[in-house]
């Protein structure tokens, strides 16, 4: 069973840049999260989706974080204009019951 | 008071050491109790599941919870250099999502 793909591995980017990332979840996971995870810290939600429904996007950063599922399947999960502050690896993760999670996008801010 | 919290380690074991990991929460009402391992560069993968209180054990892995207390623990026996990593707790109640503890780094020295 493949697993939980993302991409880029790793981005630099400088301040007040755009960025995009891309998950592809294990086929038929109909529940798919974005998580942000800080340097020594544990992961954070972002959103969750049930398949292209927003089902918890409460601690998005709403101003310049969007995310969209189009089709339930394939989620992007972008960041307009990027803060030094958003330097982290943006883990996605898809569910049927347990999480799986992909390898995740190291994002550097300069 | 931050809702779960995590010893902060690092924490440096000698190979085949009984190695104990902690985490304390402060909301009673989670009811779902998860340890995740995370290697370096690479997403959470789960080790042990555990609901409400009481004991479960995997192999070398043995989970505990102890809601009275809100305190959570994974016991590693005869450790191994594999089991180098970072290891998150997590927990949720149903229908809510995750919040996972900052994490513990291991160093299992051979």
């Known amino acids: 069973e493949a697993g939980v793909a993302q991409s880029p591995r790793y981005k630099i980017i400088e301040k007040r840049q755009s960025v995009a990332f891309w998950c592809n979840p294990i086929?038929?996971?109909?529940?798919l999260y974005w998580y942000q995870q800080i340097l020594g810290q544990g992961p954070k939600l972002l959103i969750q989706?049930?398949?292209?429904?927003?089902?918890?996007d409460s601690q998005l950063p709403k101003d310049r974080f969007s995310a969209e599922r189009l089709k339930g399947v394939d989620s992007t999960l972008k960041i307009q204009p990027a803060k030094l502050e958003d330097s982290a690896v943006y883990l996605c993760?898809?569910?049927?019951?347990?999480?799986?999670f992909g390898p995740g996008t190291r994002l550097t801010v300069t | 008071q931050k809702e779960v919290e995590q010893d902060p380690g690092p924490l440096s074991v000698p190979e085949g050491a009984i190695v104990s990991l902690n985490c304390t929460y402060s909301?009673?009402?989670?009811?779902?109790f998860m340890w995740y391992r995370q290697y370096s560069r690479k997403g959470p993968e789960l080790l042990m599941y555990t609901y409400s209180s009481g004991n479960k054990e995997d192999g070398r892995f043995t989970a505990q919870v102890d809601k009275s207390s809100k305190y959570i623990s994974l016991f590693i026996r005869d450790s191994q250099p594999s089991d180098s990593a970072t290891y998150l707790c997590a927990m949720m109640n149903y229908g809510q999502n995750f919040v996972f503890g900052p994490g513990t780094r291991l160093s299992v020295l051979p």
């Open positions: 909301n009673s009402a989670f009811q779902y």
């Open positions: 086929s038929g996971h109909a529940t």
């Open positions: 993760a898809s569910s049927l019951d347990e999480q799986y």
């Open positions: 989706f049930q398949n292209n429904g927003v089902v918890d």
